[in-house]
């Protein structure tokens, strides 16, 4: 059982990629795009998920898949043009198919709702295209319908080949030497027919009278003709192993059967004769048994059909392994931790007083630069395309819009942009729900857009790019933009702010990532799900980025995420406070001031506030605060950094000294210990310490807490730039 | 709590013993992954007196718990000439500021006596037992119980 499951992970694994290329090709079609070859790809990706699907007899999926795969052919085949009418259609269909593959993997079988009348649709598609009275599809998908993956493995040889599959012709003829190296042609030829339905004929012309046979010379040859959907590779995998003992040819024939089927009858008869004109014992090879033999030998080959599920994975296995993520994570781990010595060793040999031109000095400079390289390497085997979430998207946008009864079209761009596996995975969600909103809050629905003199169909951008060290994510719709008055309206009825708040437009735009804030009057079935853009600031904040909005009335929206590009290093800013040396993540700083006394102001019992031009800010003694010393720092000794928290509000950060900016490598606290509150992890330094890094929100939400308890947070968020 | 530090009663086992002041102790040596030299910790915000910060070993954050303290025989004052134990609890790693590695001993779990009633909860928790051995009298240290967070999460 257990290698069976395991041959059923690799088949779901391959199933999303051929679901990812069924509707990347298929949505190139209905851009206009696509030509024969997406056609292609298109039918091979439904065809290898029905014939996967069929080794493991997922009944549901293999019956849609085949309803699906019909008309695919017959667009390939050229009776149905790949409109964009049909192709819509097929879009569905392929929403419907990763259904199946997903209830299949989660083991539920039951057939989906929308199968059923997708399946008419695509019915429909066959009779409005010409093809249904022929003949030749019908008997080719009967052979189908008969398990698709074993085609090879029916006891009748198949007439007709499947057109999926190549139909190869293979002579091969072994040399002396495959025998002396206790070689057996039967073997091979087994070998074959494992790949596909193999038609085999014995070339004896070589082999001469019995008195001349020389018993340890190769006289025969043979014809093979191969119908399988492996390709030419797999085929000469077979003969590896006797590579240079033999001559192989392998050409890829498409042909007629009327080609073959003469010569291996030829073939059938000339060993039969050869066999009455042999004597038995002198026959170099056993060659009549392998037809005998290859029949039982079916029935093991059936039970175990698993590597042709595998075998869609085979071509590209050159291009890429499936590494196991944990290793991949240690060799991480492990180069973390020869960077940090390299710093070690390098900030020792500094204190040595060796000149900067000594060898030693020169070496370490050089390893420096290879830890570098090693690090940014090791970083980019973590690095993925967003494409993975981005292709998830399109499918999003059609039913919601569906639901909606709105038309929206999605752009998508910077697919190709990468980032950490772990950012892309918990990018989902976000990205997900900000797309739901643009279309149910964003766009208008087509009357009104009419009326504004826009096009009817919406359109949705997500984009995708690199600035300057960090990930930028953009979705952006060309919608009415946000409706300010209405979502003051609703901060204050839900007592978010008060009346008489006077917000600038860029606080009331902001106002939407309050929780508790649902712009839905009613809870509808796309947006409303309990959660709104705080969920989304806060999932993205736990990932070190920052979102921002902007919104233009008639012109639409554009939600604007900055991401980090990894969550194993980190850039911060290094600080002392009390001896003691800190982290402050670099993406929470705005800027860094000395503090002139005349800009502190006390206010209350104990609070500091800060002047920062003309707003006021409190002020924070990280010393203080983190219970590092018990006076405070007088202002004026310590710098102060402007920081920003997740809520938007700032705070400025007092610390003894600033000690330049450098990557860290995020070590966890939890590992050995347990959070700690203010301190989001840790790291070490050039000097081999351990130094913490600042929970920014945490510092400052500790301060708040205990010095300014009656403030509620809207005043700090319109505080906010 | 694993089996490795429960084997069966009359199994043979070693312990690794050390001295804080004038009183000796002792962990299982099993539990026991490295013993390195005190080095200058990074003490941790808000956590009990007895933390005396973490430390880098080979890379992971390791947290430094002074025995002395928390068994209530005051601070330790770290110099060179302190040890640090590096223990595994479950799965996490720890290091038992002591004052120096004394030997190791093999004794039987019978030898283990029940910790006599001192009044005193810290004790009562900390010392799993006492074993009484050339007439020295040392405490085994119930490790689980050295981390503020795993009493909880070892029961």
Same mark, same amino acid.
């Given at each position: 059982m257990d290698p069976l499951e395991a041959i059923k992970v690799t088949f779901f694994q391959e199933c999303e990629e051929l679901l990812a290329d069924l509707e990347a090709g298929l949505l190139a079609l209905e851009e206009g795009t696509g030509d024969a070859e997406t056609i292609n790809a298109v039918f091979r990706a439904v065809h290898s998920v029905k014939g996967g699907a069929g080794a493991f007899a997922l009944d549901a999926l293999v019956r849609f898949a085949h309803v699906f795969e019909t008309v695919l052919d017959d667009m390939r085949s050229g009776r149905l043009a790949p409109d964009p009418e049909p192709v819509k259609v097929m879009l569905r269909a392929a929403d419907v198919l990763a259904d199946l593959v997903a209830a299949a993997k989660a083991g539920n079988e039951d057939e989906d709702v929308r199968a059923p009348a997708l399946v008419k649709e695509l019915e429909a598609l066959r009779l409005g295209? #010409? /093809? #249904?009275? #022929?003949?030749a599809p019908e008997e080719e998908i009967e052979g189908l319908d008969f398990t698709p993956v074993a085609i090879d493995f029916a006891p009748a040889p198949p007439l007709e080949p499947e057109p999926a599959e190549g139909r190869f012709r293979i002579v091969f003829r072994p040399l002396r030497g495959l025998y002396a190296k206790a070689n057996d042609p039967l073997l091979l030829l087994r070998e074959l027919e494992r790949l596909g339905a193999c038609e085999i004929a014995c070339d004896e012309a070589a082999l001469p009278a019995l008195e001349a046979l020389d018993a340890e010379e190769s006289y025969l040859g043979w014809t093979v003709l191969l119908s399988t959907e492996q390709d030419e590779a797999a085929i000469r995998e077979v003969f590896e192993f006797v590579d240079g003992d033999c001559e192989l040819s392998i050409v890829r024939e498409d042909a007629e059967p009327q080609e073959t089927s003469p010569e291996p009858e030829a073939g059938g008869v000339d060993i039969e004769s050869l066999l009455r004109s042999m004597t038995a014992e002198a026959a170099p090879e056993v060659v009549p048994e392998i037809r005998p033999e290859a029949q039982p030998e079916r029935a093991p080959a059936a039970a175990a059909p698993a590597p042709k599920a595998a075998a869609p994975a085979a071509p590209t296995a050159q291009a890429t392994i499936r590494v196991d993520l944990d290793r991949v994570d240690r060799l991480i781990d492990l180069v973390g931790e020869l960077v940090i010595n390299q710093g070690m060793l390098a900030q020792q040999v500094a204190e040595s007083g060796l000149a900067r031109s000594s060898t030693i000095s020169v070496g370490l400079d050089e390893l420096e630069q290879l830890t570098r390289e090693i690090q940014d390497s090791v970083m980019a085997i973590r690095a993925q395309p967003v494409k993975s979430v981005f292709q998830r998207m399109p499918r999003l946008v059609r039913e919601v819009a569906a639901l909606t009864g709105k038309q929206a079209r999605l752009v998508t761009e910077g697919e190709a942009t990468e980032v950490d596996k772990t950012v892309i995975e918990r990018l989902t969600d976000p990205i997900t729900h900000m797309i739901r909103n643009a279309i149910d809050h964003g766009l208008e629905s087509p009357e009104k857009r009419a009326a504004a003199g826009k096009s009817p169909e919406g359109m949705v951008r997500l984009s995708a790019q690199h600035r300057s060290g960090r990930i930028v994510i953009e979705v952006s719709d060309d919608g009415g933009g946000i409706n300010r008055e209405r979502v003051k309206q609703i901060a204050v009825d839900k007592a978010l702010i008060p009346a008489d708040a006077v917000l600038s437009d860029e606080e009331v735009d902001n106002l939407i990532f309050l929780p508790g804030f649902s712009t839905a009057s009613t809870v509808s079935d796309v947006s409303g799900r309990g959660v709104g853009m705080d969920v989304v600031k806060r999932s993205i904040q736990a990932l070190g980025g920052r979102i921002s909005i902007a919104s233009q009335p008639g012109r639409g929206s554009t939600f604007t995420l900055s991401l980090p590009l990894?969550? /194993?290093v980190l850039d911060g800013m290094v600080v002392s406070s009390s001896d003691q040396t800190l982290v402050a993540p670099l993406t929470a700083i705005i800027e860094t001031l000395k503090p002139r006394p005349q800009e502190v102001r006390r206010l209350g019992p104990n609070g500091l506030v800060l002047a920062v031009r003309d707003a006021y800010v409190p002020l924070i003694d990280i010393g203080l605060t983190l219970g590092w010393r018990s006076t405070p720092l007088d202002p004026g000794d310590g710098v102060a950094l402007l920081v920003e928290t997740e809520l938007g509000g700032r705070a400025a950060l007092l610390v003894d000294g600033i000690h330049g900016q450098r990557q860290v490598v995020i070590k966890s606290l939890e590992a050995n210990y347990q959070r700690v509150d203010g301190i989001a992890a840790a790291t070490i330094l050039g000097d081999g310490r351990v130094a913490l890094i600042l929970d920014i929100d945490a510092v400052v939400a500790a301060r708040l807490r205990a010095s300014l308890p009656s403030e509620p947070p809207i005043h700090q968020l319109a505080k906010a730039s | 709590m694993s089996d490795m530090s429960n084997p069966g009663l009359g199994e043979r086992r070693e312990l690794i013993s050390f001295r804080i002041g004038a009183q000796e102790f002792c962990v299982d040596v099993m539990s026991v992954r490295e013993i390195r030299g005190w080095t200058a910790a990074t003490p941790l915000p808000k956590s009990p007196a007895y933390i005396r910060g973490v430390i880098n070993l080979r890379g992971a954050v390791l947290p430094i718990v002074d025995l002395s303290g928390l068994l209530g025989l005051g601070q330790t004052e770290p110099s060179p000439r302190h040890v640090i134990i590096v223990a595994r609890i479950g799965m996490r790693m720890v290091g038992l500021l002591v004052d120096a590695v004394s030997d190791i001993l093999t004794v039987t779990d019978d030898l283990v006596q029940a910790t006599p009633d001192v009044g005193c909860e810290t004790v009562k928790t900390a010392v799993k037992g006492i074993l009484a051995i050339d007439g020295r009298m040392i405490s085994l240290i119930e490790l689980e119980s050295v981390l503020p967070e795993l009493e909880a999460e070892a029961a």
């Amino acid at each position: 059982m257990d290698p069976l499951e395991a041959i059923k992970v690799t088949f779901f694994q391959e199933c999303e990629e051929l679901l990812a290329d069924l509707e990347a090709g298929l949505l190139a079609l209905e851009e206009g795009t696509g030509d024969a070859e997406t056609i292609n790809a298109v039918f091979r990706a439904v065809h290898s998920v029905k014939g996967g699907a069929g080794a493991f007899a997922l009944d549901a999926l293999v019956r849609f898949a085949h309803v699906f795969e019909t008309v695919l052919d017959d667009m390939r085949s050229g009776r149905l043009a790949p409109d964009p009418e049909p192709v819509k259609v097929m879009l569905r269909a392929a929403d419907v198919l990763a259904d199946l593959v997903a209830a299949a993997k989660a083991g539920n079988e039951d057939e989906d709702v929308r199968a059923p009348a997708l399946v008419k649709e695509l019915e429909a598609l066959r009779l409005g295209g #010409e /093809a #249904e009275p #022929e003949a030749a599809p019908e008997e080719e998908i009967e052979g189908l319908d008969f398990t698709p993956v074993a085609i090879d493995f029916a006891p009748a040889p198949p007439l007709e080949p499947e057109p999926a599959e190549g139909r190869f012709r293979i002579v091969f003829r072994p040399l002396r030497g495959l025998y002396a190296k206790a070689n057996d042609p039967l073997l091979l030829l087994r070998e074959l027919e494992r790949l596909g339905a193999c038609e085999i004929a014995c070339d004896e012309a070589a082999l001469p009278a019995l008195e001349a046979l020389d018993a340890e010379e190769s006289y025969l040859g043979w014809t093979v003709l191969l119908s399988t959907e492996q390709d030419e590779a797999a085929i000469r995998e077979v003969f590896e192993f006797v590579d240079g003992d033999c001559e192989l040819s392998i050409v890829r024939e498409d042909a007629e059967p009327q080609e073959t089927s003469p010569e291996p009858e030829a073939g059938g008869v000339d060993i039969e004769s050869l066999l009455r004109s042999m004597t038995a014992e002198a026959a170099p090879e056993v060659v009549p048994e392998i037809r005998p033999e290859a029949q039982p030998e079916r029935a093991p080959a059936a039970a175990a059909p698993a590597p042709k599920a595998a075998a869609p994975a085979a071509p590209t296995a050159q291009a890429t392994i499936r590494v196991d993520l944990d290793r991949v994570d240690r060799l991480i781990d492990l180069v973390g931790e020869l960077v940090i010595n390299q710093g070690m060793l390098a900030q020792q040999v500094a204190e040595s007083g060796l000149a900067r031109s000594s060898t030693i000095s020169v070496g370490l400079d050089e390893l420096e630069q290879l830890t570098r390289e090693i690090q940014d390497s090791v970083m980019a085997i973590r690095a993925q395309p967003v494409k993975s979430v981005f292709q998830r998207m399109p499918r999003l946008v059609r039913e919601v819009a569906a639901l909606t009864g709105k038309q929206a079209r999605l752009v998508t761009e910077g697919e190709a942009t990468e980032v950490d596996k772990t950012v892309i995975e918990r990018l989902t969600d976000p990205i997900t729900h900000m797309i739901r909103n643009a279309i149910d809050h964003g766009l208008e629905s087509p009357e009104k857009r009419a009326a504004a003199g826009k096009s009817p169909e919406g359109m949705v951008r997500l984009s995708a790019q690199h600035r300057s060290g960090r990930i930028v994510i953009e979705v952006s719709d060309d919608g009415g933009g946000i409706n300010r008055e209405r979502v003051k309206q609703i901060a204050v009825d839900k007592a978010l702010i008060p009346a008489d708040a006077v917000l600038s437009d860029e606080e009331v735009d902001n106002l939407i990532f309050l929780p508790g804030f649902s712009t839905a009057s009613t809870v509808s079935d796309v947006s409303g799900r309990g959660v709104g853009m705080d969920v989304v600031k806060r999932s993205i904040q736990a990932l070190g980025g920052r979102i921002s909005i902007a919104s233009q009335p008639g012109r639409g929206s554009t939600f604007t995420l900055s991401l980090p590009l990894t969550l /194993a290093v980190l850039d911060g800013m290094v600080v002392s406070s009390s001896d003691q040396t800190l982290v402050a993540p670099l993406t929470a700083i705005i800027e860094t001031l000395k503090p002139r006394p005349q800009e502190v102001r006390r206010l209350g019992p104990n609070g500091l506030v800060l002047a920062v031009r003309d707003a006021y800010v409190p002020l924070i003694d990280i010393g203080l605060t983190l219970g590092w010393r018990s006076t405070p720092l007088d202002p004026g000794d310590g710098v102060a950094l402007l920081v920003e928290t997740e809520l938007g509000g700032r705070a400025a950060l007092l610390v003894d000294g600033i000690h330049g900016q450098r990557q860290v490598v995020i070590k966890s606290l939890e590992a050995n210990y347990q959070r700690v509150d203010g301190i989001a992890a840790a790291t070490i330094l050039g000097d081999g310490r351990v130094a913490l890094i600042l929970d920014i929100d945490a510092v400052v939400a500790a301060r708040l807490r205990a010095s300014l308890p009656s403030e509620p947070p809207i005043h700090q968020l319109a505080k906010a730039s | 709590m694993s089996d490795m530090s429960n084997p069966g009663l009359g199994e043979r086992r070693e312990l690794i013993s050390f001295r804080i002041g004038a009183q000796e102790f002792c962990v299982d040596v099993m539990s026991v992954r490295e013993i390195r030299g005190w080095t200058a910790a990074t003490p941790l915000p808000k956590s009990p007196a007895y933390i005396r910060g973490v430390i880098n070993l080979r890379g992971a954050v390791l947290p430094i718990v002074d025995l002395s303290g928390l068994l209530g025989l005051g601070q330790t004052e770290p110099s060179p000439r302190h040890v640090i134990i590096v223990a595994r609890i479950g799965m996490r790693m720890v290091g038992l500021l002591v004052d120096a590695v004394s030997d190791i001993l093999t004794v039987t779990d019978d030898l283990v006596q029940a910790t006599p009633d001192v009044g005193c909860e810290t004790v009562k928790t900390a010392v799993k037992g006492i074993l009484a051995i050339d007439g020295r009298m040392i405490s085994l240290i119930e490790l689980e119980s050295v981390l503020p967070e795993l009493e909880a999460e070892a029961a």
